[in-house]
């Protein structure tokens, strides 16, 4: 699989994704809770992809390290409220948010990698947004919802910039 055509998947996946928790409500259920360790997950099995596609760097391994950390991380904060799932999921934001600017910043020579610089740099700000938050009346899931919209959108756009392989 291509660059390119792994970033049209992390869109397909991050806009159902997103429009699935949208719809399961504010509050953590089965349906919200299955979302939420998944979300994670999918993008460990993502850089995975991308490790055998374009060659093994010791940034993807971080980023699959701190992504199955945070699936595990998230199925023990489901059973404390959503302050804590936005507290995982704002630490993960940060550090795979650092990772993905790396990456990026690494790539720039493959072209179109200027959508994955600033979605970096943005999730490392939404992170700290969200644990900044932590301490707000009546948290939701549903923000989420945009972090990872805006997220795969960023991936497409990337993947219609990145040059043909």
Do not use: C, H
């Not at 994955?116 to 009346?137: C, H, N």
């Amino acid at each position: 699989m291509t660059l390119r055509q792994l970033y049209f998947v992390r869109f397909g996946f991050a806009l159902a994704w997103a429009a699935l928790l949208f719809g399961t409500g504010a509050d953590l259920n089965p349906v919200s809770i299955a979302l939420l360790v998944s979300y994670p997950l999918f993008d460990v099995a993502a850089a995975i992809v991308d490790l055998r596609a374009n060659g093994p760097t010791p940034t993807l391994w971080a980023n699959v390290a701190v992504s199955t950390l945070t699936a595990a991380g998230l199925a023990v904060a489901v059973t404390s409220g959503i302050p804590a799932v936005l507290g995982v999921w704002g630490a993960w934001a940060v550090a795979a948010g650092a990772i993905q600017l790396v990456v990026a910043l690494g790539r720039r020579a493959l072209g179109g990698q200027w959508p994955m610089i600033i979605s970096g740099g943005q999730s490392v700000l939404v992170g700290i947004t969200f644990l900044l938050q932590l301490g707000a009346e009546n948290p939701t899931l549903v923000t989420l919802s945009g972090y990872a919209l805006l997220g795969g959108v960023y991936f497409l756009i990337s993947a219609f910039r990145l040059r043909k392989s």
